[in-house]
């Protein structure tokens, strides 16, 4: 069966073995407890696998008189969940799940009455729209402040139906965009090639903030 483990002739998702090993009268734990890691590392090389069971990892040979051991398929797991049990995240999950932990949901559509307001710095939602003509489209806003200082979308939203996402790596700003109710999804984190946490750090003397 190893050998046709080993060379892919037949794949099993999920082994769920009732594992103990006796003399025929009482269990012998000694015994017990190398075949078990002779059965961890047979899974081990095989790859893709890991362990859910009742086996504790500091060394109890109390668990080896009866157990209940499953070895499970990384892959059939990660189908339908995106973490192993120990809190490790599923790969090539990593990234969209991490992003959705930090994402505020967007409120409904509200009338407001000065949609027609705009706030951009230099017309940058105007030229947006001459460009695309669009009612009910779609944005991204890098940098949104607390949504409404220096704004190139809240007029797009407002006045235009247009949704779509904020990001905004204060802290403190971002909250207040929460506040302000918008129909965007709102993203407290910043933009970086790489998907990693990083620290921010206000210097609230001279009125700065760095990553």
């Known amino acids: 069966m190893r050998s046709l483990l080993r060379n892919g002739t037949f794949k099993v998702d999920i082994w769920s073995l009732k594992y103990g090993v006796t003399d025929g009268i009482k269990a012998v734990v000694g015994r017990s407890i190398n075949e078990f890691n002779a059965l961890r590392k047979l899974f081990s ?33 990660c189908r339908v969940e995106n973490k192993f049990p120990n809190g490790t995240r599923c790969r090539g999950k990593e990234k969209y799940y991490r992003v959705n932990e930090y994402l505020l949901s967007p409120h409904p559509y509200r ?20 460009i695309v003509k669009k009612r009910g489209g779609f944005f991204i806003d890098m ?16 006045h235009h139906n ?12 971002c909250q207040r965009n929460d506040k302000l109710k918008r129909h965007a999804w709102t993203l407290c984190g910043c ?10 750090i206000k210097d609230v003397n001279h009125k700065k903030t760095v990553l």
Request: hydrophobic fraction near 35%; include cysteine; charge should be negative.
């Open 45 to 77: 090389e095989l790859g893709g696998y890991f362990e859910y069971s009742q086996v504790s990892a500091n060394g109890n040979s109390k668990d080896l008189y009866d157990s209940d051991v499953v070895f499970v398929s990384e892959n059939e797991w």
């Open 111 to 130: 009338n407001v009455k000065d949609a027609d307001r705009r706030y951009s710095q230099a017309r940058q939602d105007e030229i947006v729209f001459d």
């Open 143 to 158: 940098g949104a402040n607390n949504g409404q200082f220096l704004s190139n979308s809240l007029w797009l939203e407002r």
């Open 162 to 173: 247009w949704t779509g996402l904020l990001i905004e790596a204060d802290p403190e700003l």
């Open 191 to 200: 933009i970086c090639k790489e998907n990693k946490a990083v620290t921010f």
